[in-house]
């Protein structure tokens, strides 16, 4: 079965700080999907990666997918207080649904 | 607007109650899906629906069921064969198929007393 793993499980930064939260997956990526929710409330898609070495930007997020298709990166820059909340990326399976992984909190201190 | 609502956003039980969480979409959306998150697990697939009247049980199905006799509408039962049912519980819903993202409810968060 596939397994998600992400890091860190939580992070503090102060605002301003650029951090970076990854997925790695114990099989091939097929589609990766990056999410962001805040507590208590439904996911917000952010970004969606298909192919090796693809990197896509929104505003100051952006996720990279490495070549190997196993592993993805979220990087922000120059957090802010509207980027807290817990970020989850979500592997495609092959019935088309999604997997995701256990989360990654983000608190951003002003 | 379109989107996805989830009803009601808080729900207390009983334990030994079945209780049925709505979800009802107007994106004209062919797969709709819930799932289950318990804090520091993620999300967890409970049960899967490509078109009316068809549905897949997910990797947590036991305890629960489904009915997709509407498009718009797949409600989720909780049963009392679920033994730990207390969670927040999201549906989603998109056009099947690569590349296509799955847009979610709000939530419902259900306590089991």
């Known amino acids: 079965s596939q397994e998600l793993e992400q890091s860190p499980q939580s992070l503090i930064v102060q605002e301003g700080k650029n951090l970076t939260i990854n997925c790695t997956s114990s099989k091939t990526l097929y589609g990766l999907y990056w999410y962001k929710q805040k507590y208590g409330e439904g996911l917000i898609f952010l970004m969606m990666?298909?192919?090796?070495?693809e990197e896509k930007s929104h505003e100051k997020i952006t996720a990279k997918l490495d070549e190997k298709k196993q592993q993805s990166s979220l990087h922000i820059t120059a957090s802010q207080p509207s980027h807290a909340g817990i970020y989850l990326c979500?592997?495609?399976?092959?019935?088309?649904?999604?997997?995701f992984g256990t989360g990654t909190r983000l608190t951003v201190i002003p | 607007d379109g989107g996805i609502t989830q009803s009601p956003k808080y729900l207390f039980r009983k334990e030994g109650q079945n209780v049925t969480l709505s979800c009802e979409q107007n994106?004209?959306?062919?797969?709709m899906y819930w799932y289950r998150q318990d804090p520091g697990q993620g999300l967890r697939l409970i049960y899967y629906s490509q078109i009316v009247n068809d549905f897949q049980k997910g990797d947590i199905a036991e305890g629960y069921s489904v009915s997709r006799e509407k498009k718009e509408s797949f409600p989720l039962t909780v049963t009392s064969a679920q033994k730990n049912p207390t969670a927040f519980y999201l549906c989603a819903s998109n056009f099947p198929g690569q590349g296509n993202e799955q847009f979610f409810g709000p939530g419902t968060r259900l306590t089991v007393l």
């Open positions: 979500g592997a495609l399976t092959g019935a088309n649904n999604l997997f």
């Open positions: 990666l298909q192919k090796g070495g």
């Open positions: 994106l004209n959306h062919d797969a």
